[in-house]
């Protein structure tokens, strides 16, 4: 996979950086996101500029309807409410970085700079991965304990549970980026990404990063594999229950009420495995080749999926669309 040959080129180039630490200290980073496709820029940042402005009003509306309707104070709209609150913060940590890159000749960013964005990416994709398990267990309640949902899916529930995303998501972030930015950058200093994205920063130290890459791993497992396998076994569930139901039209409003969710779920999770499932050719350096096809998926993860989020659950969502109305 595309982590385990990130993980090995890494290593590979430790042991190359290692012999840089009579080099001055790096004390801020060159980002060359489409540098090598000039023609490509100004057509991008029109694009991702309008993504960004639809992301705010999109989730924005997503936020205060659920405030403000008391019909939608519930748990399935207090995760959507912080599902897009969470989204807007995803792309204002990296997207204002994105747009100010194509304005200017010099794509920098500082080093502190970079650790705050590098943090603040990490921890909301870490909380979105246990916020749509939460979401996912939340359907599962309503589907097949429908009886028992208000006891279950109590506010004294529901909100530890969102507060327990964000905070696993922050203690994780704070550990991988304080682990990442302790390490000596020395000599090259370029990142071939968009943003400080955590294993093109790693590329470049010049110290030991076995830490690093074992501390990664144990958090993708905790955050990736598990909220997927709770996810799934939900879905299984709900699955079960669904076909049970003698009618058709019951069969339907069933679905429908995690259909948006599921929907969500595929294309969150499903742009992360073909990021990290595809396989990246090498030159006969060594070196990555991060074709700009690489990019434009890094850039369809980072930007299109927040603005589907509240398109999915608006469209596909009655409660939502009245409210909207209203």
């Known amino acids: 996979t595309c982590i385990l040959a990130d993980i090995e080129f890494i290593l590979v180039k430790e042991n190359t950086n290692m012999g840089k630490t009579n080099q001055s200290t790096v004390t801020e980073f060159v980002l060359l996101g489409l540098s090598g496709y000039p023609e490509l820029e100004a057509i991008y940042f029109v694009m991702v500029l309008c993504m960004y402005l639809v992301i705010l009003l999109g989730n924005g509306i997503i936020i205060i309807v659920s405030v403000c309707d008391s019909h939608l104070h519930t748990p399935m709209y207090f995760f959507l409410s912080n599902l897009s609150f969470l989204d807007i913060c995803y792309t204002s940590s990296s997207i204002p970085l994105f747009l100010s890159s194509f304005l200017t000749s010099k794509k920098t960013i500082s080093f502190s700079g970079c650790g705050v964005q590098m943090f603040l990416s990490f921890a909301m994709g870490a909380t979105e991965c246990v916020l749509l398990s939460m979401m996912a267990f939340d359907r599962y309640v309503a589907i097949c304990n429908p009886l028992r949902y208000s006891i279950i899916m109590s506010k004294t529930s529901y909100v530890p549970m969102a507060a327990g995303s964000w905070i696993a998501g922050s203690v994780n972030s704070v550990l991988q980026t304080s682990l990442a930015m302790r390490l000596p950058f020395c000599g ?128 596909r969502n009655k409660d939502v669309k009245e409210a909207v109305k209203n």
């Open 188 to 315: 090259d200093n370029v990142i071939n990404h968009f943003t400080c994205e955590i294993l093109a920063v790693l590329k470049l130290a010049c110290a030991d990063i076995s830490i690093n890459i074992i501390s990664m791993v144990i958090a993708n497992i905790i955050f990736l594999v598990v909220p997927v396998l709770f996810i799934f076994i939900s879905y299984v569930f709900i699955l079960s229950t669904i076909l049970k139901i003698p009618s058709a039209e019951g069969k339907r409003k069933a679905f429908s009420t995690c259909s948006a969710h599921l929907t969500v779920v595929i294309i969150f999770y499903g742009t992360i495995l073909f990021i990290y499932a595809k396989p990246k050719a090498k030159d006969i350096s060594g070196t990555d080749k991060v074709q700009v096809t690489d990019k434009i998926i890094s850039l369809f993860y980072g930007v299109v999926t927040p603005m589907l989020n509240p398109l999915i659950y608006s469209l």
